[in-house]
């Protein structure tokens, strides 16, 4: 029974998926601002025209308060970021190396006060140095479903042993 009870203990906390997220801010000095969420180990894509970034499609992006369709983000290993909407270059900008590991498995760095370099290479709509804030989300701390259902289960095999042991 103690053996059963630590190997549902294991599982249980094997499985409980707790992602981080981080929450990007940018702001220019003139006022302009973008923002948007991703994971700290997100599931990159591979650049179009270039082999040494990754890109990632986060589910929010927001321009000066407007939210801006089908986003896309690229990190370069030489550091710094671009974000486009769709093929429209918004912001082009050289800093730091913004991640650790590798192009294909990448962890974001978190940041404060990062000032980044303006780049106008390719025209960005946003042609500024912006100041970036990269900081790790609230989280709600609230287990994936499929935690709460293996939970569940183990505890229905508890009883049933229990109940078995004592027939």
């Not at 709509?125 to 989280?139: G, K, V, Y």
Request: net charge neutral; aromatic share 10%.
């Amino acid at each position: 029974m103690k053996k059963l009870s630590f190997v549902v203990s294991v599982l249980l906390f094997a499985t409980s998926t707790w992602a981080a997220t981080l929450s990007y801010e940018l702001v220019s000095a003139s006022g302009d601002q973008a923002n948007f969420f991703s994971p700290q180990q997100p599931t990159p894509m591979a650049c179009t025209f270039l082999s040494s970034c990754f890109s990632i499609s986060p589910a929010f992006l927001a321009v000066d308060n407007i939210e801006v369709g089908n986003p896309i983000v690229n990190f370069y290993q030489s550091g710094g970021l671009t974000i486009l909407s769709g093929r429209t270059l918004l912001v082009n900008n050289a800093g730091p190396a913004l991640f650790t590991g590798g192009l294909s498995k990448p962890t974001l760095q978190t940041f404060s006060n990062l000032r980044l370099v303006q780049q106008s290479f390719g025209h960005p709509q946003h042609d500024d140095a912006f100041t970036l804030n990269a900081t790790l989300a609230p989280s709600s701390n609230t287990p994936e479903p499929a935690t709460w259902e293996l939970g569940a289960l183990a505890l229905a095999l508890l009883t049933f042993v229990r109940s078995r042991k004592t027939d």
